[in-house]
């Protein structure tokens, strides 16, 4: 059962900010993050393993609420460079990776 | 540089013909994973490896065989038996089982008509 995100798409000025959700009817076992650009491979941004983990680099950060089943990808003052489609991934438990619905994020100048 | 080549980038086929698709990896991880995705989509799995001469099916694995011969080589053949081959597929290596990142390979973008 796939990991839902929501929004489906955002767009953004460049310096405005963006949170991206990632819920789960089934309990959460980890909650990975990736960024994908057109035409190009996902690329790994970061990998939670327990309830209550915050984790970031940069200006992007995640957080992991167990209970919640939900996890959240912030992305901070977003420079041109975060334009593309966000995946969250979730394990349940399995040794599958199980992507998320994805979320398109856009930023303008 | 270590990574994982997929080759090659574009591949056209008529309809009816096997395809065999390359996946390469130096990165010395036991795992390996064919991911399809399609326009606007997200990505499903086809098939995965956590050891040599051993594979397991994904959530899409109809029409699709592949062989783990090698640690380094993962092969993904879409047979003529996939309805909807055209696609873009992409494979990627962790170091093991369990919750690793995956590394993803530079995709190969298929077309059967």
């Known amino acids: 059962q796939q990991p839902v995100q929501s929004p489906q798409a955002v767009i953004l000025r460049e310096g405005e900010d963006a949170v991206i959700n990632c819920s789960s009817s089934?309990?959460?076992?980890?909650v990975h993050w990736y960024r994908q650009k057109h035409g190009e491979a996902p690329v790994f941004l970061m990998i939670?393993?327990?309830?209550?983990e915050q984790k970031g680099h940069d200006k992007i950060s995640a957080s992991f609420n167990e209970k919640k089943q939900q996890s959240s990808l912030y992305l901070t003052a977003s420079q041109l460079s975060y334009s593309g489609t966000y995946f969250c991934?979730?394990?349940?438990?399995?040794?599958?990776?199980?992507f998320g619905t994805g979320t398109r994020l856009q930023v303008f100048p | 540089d270590g990574g994982i080549t997929q080759s090659p980038k574009y591949l056209f086929r008529k309809e009816g013909q096997n395809v065999t698709l390359s996946c390469e990896q130096n990165?010395?991880?036991?795992?390996m994973y064919w991911y399809r995705q399609d326009p606007g989509q997200g990505l499903r799995l086809i098939y995965y490896?956590?050891?040599?001469?051993?594979?397991q099916k994904g959530d899409i694995a109809e029409g699709y065989s592949v062989s783990r011969e090698k640690k380094e080589s993962f092969p993904l053949t879409v047979t003529s038996a996939q309805k909807n081959p055209t696609a873009f597929y992409l494979c990627?290596?962790?170091?093991?089982?369990?919750?690793?990142?995956?590394?993803f390979g530079p995709g190969t973008r298929l077309t059967v008509t």
């Open positions: 990627a290596s962790s170091p093991g089982q369990g919750v690793y990142e995956q590394y």
């Open positions: 991934g979730t394990h349940y438990n399995t040794d599958k990776l199980i």
């Open positions: 089934k309990a959460l076992y980890s």
């Open positions: 939670l393993l327990k309830g209550g």
């Open positions: 490896s956590q050891i040599v001469n051993d594979f």
């Open positions: 990165l010395n991880h036991d795992a």
